[in-house]
C-alpha cells in the first residue's frame, strides 16, 4: 500500500514572501510520480507541479519549485513570492506504477494581504 | 474544451435513495476514476477503471458500484444512500497506466439526510 502524509493542515504567509509545504510519501515502487495540486474555493483541481520519480532535477514551475528527497521519500513545495490567488488547499499525490493516485489529506494556505 | 464534466453539481437525497453520478471525458484517455472527499481526509478513490471494460475497486468502495459505459463515460451509483455517503465526489480521468496527470471535474455536492 502507498501512504501520503502532509502534517500541516493550515499554514499562512505573507504576500511576496516564500512559503514551504510538507509532504512525505511512503511506496514500495522504485518508479512513481508526485505530484501537488491546488485546490481553490471553486472547488476544481489544479495541477501545479510534477516530479518523475527517476529524474534527479527537481521541478519549477514559475514560482512554484520542489525538493524531492528520494531516499528521505519527501517531496516539499515551496511557493515564491506568493500572491492572494495562491489561496487554497494544497493536496500531495502519489501516482506509482498502477493505476492508484493517492493523495495526501492536504495542507490549507492562506496568504494574507 | 470541455476536459472533464461531471453531472449533477449539486444533490440532495433522502436516506434509501438511490442515485447515479455521471461523468464524460474527451480527452480520449484510457483511466477513469471516482473519488470523494471529505473535510481532512483529501480525496479517496473510490473505483477506477484502468481500460475499456474494466472496473476495480479503491480504497473506499463500499455502497457505491461503478459503470463504465465506453471509453468516454463512467458513472457511479448508490444504491440505497447514507448519511456517511455526503461527500463532494470528483470524477478524474488520465492517459493511461502511469498516469503523468489526471484531469479533474468540477464535482458534485452530495447531501445524504
Known amino acids: 500500500a502507498q501512504t501520503v502524509t502532509q502534517s500541516q493542515p493550515e499554514m499562512s504567509v505573507q504576500e511576496a514572501e516564500t512559503v514551504t509545504l510538507s509532504c512525505t510519501y511512503d511506496t514500495s515502487e522504485n518508479n512513481y510520480y508526485l505530484f501537488w495540486y491546488k485546490q481553490p474555493p471553486s472547488r476544481q483541481m489544479i495541477l501545479v507541479i510534477r516530479q518523475e520519480a527517476y529524474k534527479q532535477q527537481n521541478a519549477t514551475e514559475n514560482r512554484f519549485s520542489v525538493n524531492f528527497q528520494k531516499a528521505a521519500k519527501s517531496f516539499s513545495l515551496k511557493i515564491s513570492d506568493s500572491q492572494l490567488g495562491d489561496t487554497a488547499m494544497y493536496f500531495c499525490?502519489?501516482?506509482?506504477?498502477?493505476?492508484?493516485?493517492?493523495f495526501g489529506g492536504g495542507t490549507r494556505l492562506m496568504v494574507k494581504p | 474544451n470541455a476536459g472533464v464534466t461531471q453531472t449533477p453539481k449539486f444533490q440532495v437525497l433522502k436516506t434509501g435513495q438511490s442515485m447515479t453520478l455521471q461523468c464524460a471525458q474527451d480527452?480520449?484517455?484510457?483511466?477513469m476514476y471516482w473519488y470523494r472527499q471529505d473535510p481532512g481526509m483529501g480525496l479517496r478513490l473510490i473505483y477506477y477503471?484502468?481500460?475499456?471494460?474494466?472496473?476495480d475497486k479503491g480504497e473506499v468502495p463500499n455502497g457505491y458500484n461503478v459503470s463504465r459505459l465506453n471509453k468516454r463515460e463512467f458513472s457511479l451509483r448508490l444504491e440505497s444512500a447514507a448519511p456517511s455517503q455526503t461527500s463532494v465526489y470528483f470524477c478524474a480521468s488520465s492517459v493511461g497506466r502511469i498516469a503523468r496527470e489526471a484531469f479533474f471535474g468540477q464535482g458534485t455536492r452530495l447531501t445524504v439526510v
Open positions: 477503471s484502468a481500460s475499456e471494460g474494466t472496473t
Open positions: 480527452m480520449n484517455h484510457n483511466s
Open positions: 499525490a502519489l501516482n506509482n506504477a498502477g493505476n492508484m493516485l493517492t
